[in-house]
């Protein structure tokens, strides 16, 4: 992050929740990303969902905790496109996943498949659903990569944890963190994020 930008969040309002989704969200809403958690305080929710749906963004509240909620963002279509990749299926084959993604309703049964197993886990911290690097839209190979070596021994720890093709990630991480500079140096000239997500679209 330039020096320039980190002066212009350190005088920003960090609980503002445009703020919060420029810096959770910003590789998403810049059209890079298929699909984004949200982490918010639950003040915010009421304010937060409308604007979500005047944005066109689909969401799903994956878990209420005592004073934050954790939302899933996500393009439909995109997240339909991702699932259709043959290793992907493999991938949400093994993890128990037997519905092949053709329309919006089943990628919506898929996300409550995976809601209802991300809640156990925060409810009872045992088995996390390290499919959710799917649901993430992350690159298929590093899924796959985390898996098969238990979270350990990446090439790199950037947005995801790394395992093939470093240059390629190192680059879109770059283009992920250039998406942040932009929205946050919009924001602090008073547009709205709804109007940035439709100029950076």
Known sequence: MSHEVFEIIRNMDLSDIEVQMALQCAPFISGLKVSNLFIVHDEHLDYLIPLLNEMNITWKILFHGKKKTTLLLYKAEMLRRYFSDVRVKALMMEAGY???PVDDEDIEMLIEIFCSRYQRYMKTKRQFPHEMGL???????DVE????NNGENSLYTGYWKVYENLDEKFRLFKSFEAAKENIIRFLAQGV???NIAEAVQ
């Open 192 to 194: 709205s994020i709804k």
């Open 135 to 141: 649901f993430l839209g992350y690159p298929v190979e």
């Open 145 to 148: 990569g985390y898996l098969n």
């Open 98 to 100: 037997k519905r092949e």
